[in-house]
Nanobody, 126 residues
Framework: QVQLVESGGGLVQAGGSLRLSCTTSGLTFVDYAVGWFRQAPGKEREGVSC????????YYRDSVKDRFTISRDNAKNTLYLHMNSLKPEDTAMYYC???????????????????WGQGTQVTVSS
C-alpha cells in the first residue's frame, strides 16, 4: 500500500520559515518524480514545486521562486520543502504527490500525479 505522509506544517508569522517533509512508503521512491501542491479555501489546487527522480532538476511556480527550496533524500524515501520569507498568501493545505516518471514534465497539472498525501496545513499570519 502506497502512503505519502506530510508533516511540518503550522502557524508562523510573515517572514518566518517552515520545513515540510513527506515520508513515503510502499513505492520505489527513486522511480518517482515528486512534487508539492497547495490548496487554499475556495481555490483550486496549484503546483508549488517539483523535483525529478534523480534530484538533478527542480521547478518552482513563480510566486515561490527564491523563497522555497525542494529537495529529496532517496535513501530515506523522503521529500522536503524548505519555505523561507513566508507570506500570508502562502497560507494553504500543502500536499505532496508522486508520479512514476523520471522527470517532472507538465508538473503544474495535478492530474499528472498518481499518489497523494493527506496534506499539512500552513498558516502565515500578517
Amino acid at each position: 500500500q502506497v502512503q505519502l505522509v506530510e508533516s511540518g506544517g503550522g502557524l508562523v508569522q510573515a517572514g518566518g520559515s517552515l520545513r515540510l517533509s513527506c515520508t513515503t512508503s510502499g513505492l520505489t521512491f527513486v522511480d518517482y518524480a515528486v512534487g508539492w501542491f497547495r490548496q487554499a479555501p475556495g481555490k483550486e489546487r496549484e503546483g508549488v514545486s517539483c523535483i525529478a527522480r534523480s534530484g538533478g532538476s527542480t521547478y518552482y511556480r513563480d510566486s515561490v521562486k527564491d523563497r522555497f527550496t525542494i529537495s529529496r533524500d532517496n535513501a530515506k524515501n523522503t521529500l522536503y520543502l524548505h519555505m523561507n520569507s513566508l507570506k500570508p498568501e502562502d497560507t494553504a493545505m500543502y500536499y505532496c504527490a508522486a508520479k512514476r516518471w523520471a522527470h517532472c514534465g507538465w508538473w503544474l497539472n495535478p492530474n499528472e500525479f498518481t499518489y497523494w498525501g493527506q496534506g499539512t496545513q500552513v498558516t502565515v499570519s500578517s
